[in-house]
C-alpha cells in the first residue's frame, strides 16, 4: 500500500499518518506550493475547486506495484486543484479515494477502485482500505 495525502489544515494528513503507521511506509505529501490560509486563501480555494482547475503537484512518483490510498480535503464539493491533477496522472483505478469534509460526501466518485467518505467533526482512519 502507499499513502498520499494533500491537506490544508492538517486533518487528511492525520488520517495519512495513521494509515502509513498500520501499512509501515511513508505517507507522502502532495504539495502545490500555493498559499490557502486564512479567509482570502479560503475563498481562493473554493472559487479554483469550483471551476474545477488543476495545479501540477510536487510529490514523490507512485511506484506501480501497489495500489494508492489518497486522502484529502473535499474543497466545494469536490476535489482540490492540485488532488485532480494527482487523480489524472495516476489513474483512478489505481487509487484507494478517501476524503474528508465537514459534511459532505465526493460527489464525483467513479472509476476509483473504491471511495471511503469520511466526514465530519470527528473522523477516523477506516478500519479495513
Ligand atoms: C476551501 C474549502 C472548501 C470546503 N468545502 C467543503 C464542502 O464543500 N463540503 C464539506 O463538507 N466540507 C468542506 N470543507 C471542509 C473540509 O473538507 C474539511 O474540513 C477537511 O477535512 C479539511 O481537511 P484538511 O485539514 O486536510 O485540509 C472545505 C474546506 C475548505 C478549506
Known sequence: MQIYYFTRSGRSQKIAGELAARYGVQ???IK????WQGIGGYIKACYVAI????LPGVYKI???DSPIAL???????????VVRQFISA???????????SGGSKLKDRG??????????????APAEL
Do not use: Y
Open 27 to 29: 505517507a507522502e505529501q
Open 32 to 35: 502545490d506550493g500555493k498559499d
Open 51 to 54: 471551476k474545477g482547475q488543476s
Open 62 to 64: 507512485p511506484g506501480e
Open 71 to 81: 486522502v484529502f480535503p473535499i474543497w466545494a464539493g469536490t476535489f482540490p486543484p
Open 90 to 100: 495516476v489513474g483512478r483505478e489505481r487509487i484507494i479515494c478517501i476524503p474528508t
Open 111 to 124: 472509476g476509483f477502485s473504491k471511495v471511503i467518505d469520511l466526514v465530519g467533526a470527528n473522523i477516523a
